[in-house]
């Protein structure tokens, strides 16, 4: 296909990379407000900014498509106005820039105002071999909020764990290496086995008294962090029972 890719921001590099190496002709990315050539336009653009980025390209290419998890195709009608099938594809992955993404296995969530729009997406989803699957408007706020809990959450935690360690007299850095074993192993036995098998640690053990010991050494290290730590015990306590 010729692709035109909207958004210069770490998606949007990251997908023309991509997609240059899967032997599309790749015009892009360009700036907000910008119209690349191509047959298929992608908005790699904030949510905030699609239905301003498809009316800067309506009429200019058969296929336009966003690349949000949560946005609706209902932000695309500028472009389905001047004639456009609408699609919307969603790469489950995170990007924090640098070399061209291995895309192969990663989900793909897509939308198609049409079955040419979908199939679309599909093709585009299958040819950089992510997995791609059907998503419903009315999904669209549950599937990402999954995504953010996984993903952005994770970081959060990890960053009270250092935060944490530091007390202990782990710089950042020296905890990130440490811990790092530890959150794969983790998040591997949580995908293989699932929650309740996956969860270790006292208080699925019933350990209330290091449970004790932990919240006071947060409290001496880090208080603003204790309303979360409390959540998340008793979350945990759910999981376990």
């Known amino acids: 296909m010729k692709l035109g890719i909207v958004g210069k921001g770490r998606l949007g590099t990251a997908l023309a990379a991509a997609l240059r190496e ?7 990315p360009t700036g907000r407000g910008q119209v690349p050539a191509g047959d298929v336009i992608l908005l790699c653009v904030p949510d905030g900014e699609i239905t301003a980025a498809a009316e800067a390209v309506a009429g200019r290419a058969g296929l336009v498509g966003h690349t949000s998890g949560a946005t609706s195709l209902a932000a695309l ?47 585009l989803a299958e040819g950089l071999g992510m997995v791609p699957f059907e998503l419903p408007d009315h999904k669209r706020a549950a599937y990402h909020a999954a995504a953010s809990v996984a993903s952005n959450f994770l970081v959060t935690l990890q960053a009270m764990a250092e935060e944490v360690a530091r007390d202990a007299g782990l710089e950042p850095a020296q905890a990130r290496r440490l811990l790092a074993p530890l959150v ?36 001496a290290a880090s208080p603003q962090l204790l309303p979360l730590f409390d959540a998340l015990v008793e979350r945990t306590r759910a999981i376990a029972a």
């Open 184 to 219: 794969r192993t983790t998040v591997e036995n949580w995908v293989a086995l699932g929650p309740q098998a996956a969860l270790t640690g006292p208080v699925a053990r019933g350990d209330e008294h290091t449970v004790s010991a932990q919240r006071q050494a947060i409290s």
């Open 22 to 28: 899967a032997g599309h002709d790749v015009d892009g």
């Open 77 to 123: 009608r500028p472009a389905a106005r001047g004639g456009a099938h609408v699609f919307g594809f969603h790469p489950l992955q995170t990007f924090a820039g640098g070399d061209t993404p291995d895309l192969h296995g990663i989900g793909c969530a897509i939308a198609g105002s049409t079955p040419e729009a979908l199939e679309t997406a599909r093709t």
